[in-house]
C-alpha cells in the first residue's frame, strides 16, 4: 500500500504567520445541542489568502495575472520530486540547483533546514531560494510548480520581491507553494496532490497539500 504523507500546516490560532500577516481567527458562531436536534454548529474563520501551506497565484504580484481559482489541477498534481538541500544553508542559489538532477521535472519541492523552524515563531532568517535560483529553474528546467518549506520562497523583504516576480511574470510562470512540511518525507519522487481553495480572483489560497511515496 502506498505511503500518504500530509505536507500541509495545520491552522490554528496560535499558528505563526509571515511577519505582518492577518492572524487567524475563529468565531463560534453556533453550536448543535442534543436537546434542540434543529441546531448544527457553523464557525466564522477570518484569514489571510496566505495563511499556513498556501498557493501563490502570478496574481499575487501581477494586477492582471492568473488568480488562484484558475490554475490548471494539472500544474497542482501528478509527479513532484523532492530535493533535500538541507546541506546548502540559508541560500538556494543556482549552483545548489545544479546539484540536482531536474532532468524532467515539473514538480519541485525544496527540503531544507526550514524544517527546525516549523512550529516556532516567525524568523526572518530562514533558507530561501535565491535570483539565480528562481532564473535557473525558469531558464534552464522545465519546472511549473516550485514548493518549499517556509511561509515565504523569497529571503525576508528582499526589495522588490525579485524571486516571487521572477517566478510568478510573463508567460509560463512557476506555480508557488510555501509553508510546507516535508520533515517526514524523503528525497526521491512522489505524486503530489495540492489543493488550493478555489477563491475566484484571489492572489492566493491556503491548500490542503499530499504526497503519496511511488513504489520503490
Not at 524532467?104 to 527546525?116: I, M, P, S, Y
Request: aromatic content about 6%; overall charge negative; glycine content about 8%.
Amino acid at each position: 500500500m502506498a505511503k500518504i504523507h500530509d505536507i500541509s500546516m495545520p491552522i490554528a490560532e496560535d499558528m505563526p504567520v509571515y511577519e505582518g500577516d492577518p492572524r487567524f481567527w475563529r468565531y463560534e458562531f453556533s453550536r448543535p445541542c442534543e436537546s434542540a436536534p434543529e441546531s448544527y454548529g457553523m464557525t466564522v474563520l477570518t484569514l489571510g489568502s496566505h495563511t499556513g501551506t498556501h498557493v501563490d497565484a502570478p496574481r499575487h504580484f501581477v494586477p492582471d495575472g492568473v488568480s488562484v481559482s484558475d490554475i490548471g489541477l494539472d500544474v497542482l498534481c501528478g509527479p513532484a520530486r523532492v530535493v533535500d538541500l538541507r546541506a546548502a544553508g540559508l541560500e538556494i542559489d543556482e549552483a545548489a540547483l545544479r546539484q540536482c538532477n531536474l532532468q524532467g521535472v515539473e514538480r519541485l519541492l525544496l527540503k531544507t533546514t526550514n524544517g527546525d523552524l516549523l512550529g516556532k515563531p516567525f524568523t526572518r532568517d530562514h533558507a530561501h531560494l535565491t535570483l539565480s535560483g528562481a532564473l535557473y529553474l525558469r531558464q534552464h528546467t522545465a519546472v511549473r510548480l516550485v514548493g518549499i518549506d517556509y511561509f515565504s520562497i523569497e529571503a525576508y523583504l528582499s526589495p522588490g520581491f525579485p524571486v516571487h516576480r521572477t517566478l510568478l511574470e510573463g508567460p509560463s510562470p512557476l506555480v508557488i507553494v510555501e509553508g510546507l512540511d516535508l520533515r517526514a518525507v524523503p528525497a526521491g519522487d512522489h505524486e503530489l496532490f495540492c489543493l488550493p481553495l478555489r477563491i475566484e480572483g484571489c492572489d492566493g489560497a491556503p491548500a490542503r497539500a499530499m504526497l503519496v511515496e511511488r513504489d520503490r
